[in-house]
């Protein structure tokens, strides 16, 4: 056993929280195609969005979305710059058609939905509809979300990055005429996904789908048309939608990582497989958490602990800074990078999105365990 946990594996592991780790097979292809893009005699940088080339890439990647994540026709995709964070203004200057006067409701469960309610406090009027929180460690009962009936919308962040705190069920719309507006970043088809049960979903693509650059917005239809007048055009539901998500260059290079990961989710067996592989690299490490008698904590409330981000402290609750050092150090020697704790949360975060392989959660759960026996008192 302590023979085999020498063992240094062949490449690195890479558990950056975002960008992320990008499956292998997808970068080689990548490499192949950079200079050439297939038969075109350019790359894809070079092209020009309008060509038909890219138009085959932007619809490809498209539809692959909509086979993937099953997404009914009522629903239009768009692909948009800025990031994660632009939508957090996207979503407000769309949904609510007057300034400063609207209602909007947001579940703030961590730093994401802290950002994103915070932005959208410059458009309208924010209820938070659940306490406020000094640590985020759990997802208060739905049953007591004090929602503004008024509200244009209901937002929620699915997986908190930073706290290591995810939904492990929707949360449905509370009316018709209130939509559920969902921030899926940190765990985008990374298990199967109602998409009809959204209004509007938004996510970067650098952690599971891509690299930076790059926003999906998964909108349905009838929300669309009506955004406020000083909605930025860039950020304008209604014309990028008209415009098929070209009104100016879109992120090209993007859009294609993006179409060349989705191929290689659909050839993996799709979101089931990714919500198996979530699962079971997930259950390796708290596995390791929950049965080493308090030598790991993780503050997280066990049912809404996150797939993605573990995040935990080594040497009891308030975790021993020597330690957690020297865990870093050991596993950077083992090729394992990325596992800093975010400076907000302090101690370690090991994320486990689509580009990891369920080997290298074991790996690490192993390395785990033996750092425990050598170092427990
Ligand atoms: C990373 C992240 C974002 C921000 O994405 P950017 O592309 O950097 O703007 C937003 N929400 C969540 C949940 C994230 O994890």
């Known amino acids: 056993m302590a023979e085999q946990m020498k063992k240094i594996p062949d490449h690195l592991i890479n558990c950056n929280p975002g960008p992320a780790r990008i ?16 038969d075109t005699g350019i790359s894809v940088m070079e092209m020009s969005h309008r060509s038909p080339e890219f138009e085959n890439i932007i619809r490809t990647a498209e539809n692959l979305f909509r086979e993937i994540m099953n997404i009914p026709d009522n629903y239009r995709v768009l692909f948009l710059h800025g990031g994660g964070t ?18 909007v409701n ?20 924010v209820n938070r509809v659940t306490p406020k929180l000094d640590k985020f460690t759990t997802i208060p009962d739905v049953s007591t979300w004090k929602i503004d009936p008024d509200g244009k919308y209901l937002f929620y962040t699915d997986n908190e990055t930073i706290a290591g705190v995810e939904y492990q069920f929707k949360v449905q719309p509370f009316s018709d005429t209130m939509p559920v507006a969902i921030d ?6 990374s298990r199967p996904v109602d998409v009809s049960n959204y209004g509007v979903i938004i996510a970067g693509t650098q952690k599971n789908v891509g690299i930076a650059g790059l926003a999906i917005v998964i909108v349905r239809d009838d929300l669309i048309g009506k955004p406020m007048s000083i909605c930025p055009t860039v950020l304008d539901y209604t014309i990028l939608n008209k415009m098929k998500s070209l009104y100016n260059t879109p992120p090209c290079y993007p859009i294609y ?41 993780n503050g997280v409330d066990p049912n809404c602990r996150s797939r993605m981000n573990a995040v935990f402290r080594i040497g009891g609750n308030n975790g021993d800074e020597q330690l957690e050092k020297q865990f870093i150090q050991e596993c950077k020697e083992r090729k394992i990078i990325g596992i800093k704790g975010h400076r907000l949360a302090g101690g370690i975060r090991i994320s486990m999105f689509n580009g990891m392989p369920v080997e290298d959660a074991k790996f690490i ?12 008192k």
């Not at 499956?23 to 297939?38: C, G, H, K, S």
């Not at 632009?86 to 209602?103: M, T, V």
């Open 106 to 125: 947001y579940a703030v469960t961590g730093t994401w939905s802290e950002k994103a309610a915070k932005e959208a406090e410059k458009y309208c009027h």
């Open 23 to 38: 499956p292998y097979e997808i970068l080689r292809r990548a490499q192949d195609e950079l200079i050439y893009y297939q």
């Open 184 to 189: 899926m970043t940190s765990n985008f088809l």
């Open 257 to 297: 990582m993006t179409m060349l990961y989705l191929q290689w989710i659909k050839d993996q067996g799709g979101l089931d497989v990714m919500g198996d592989r979530s699962d079971q690299r997930a259950k390796l490490i708290y596995d390791v958490i929950d049965q080493s008698n308090g030598f790991y904590f």
């Open 365 to 376: 759960s192993e390395l785990m365990i033996e750092f425990m026996e050598r170092n427990r």
């Open 86 to 103: 632009a939508q957090f203004a996207s979503i407000p200057l769309n949904l609510c058609p007057e300034l400063k006067s609207c209602k």
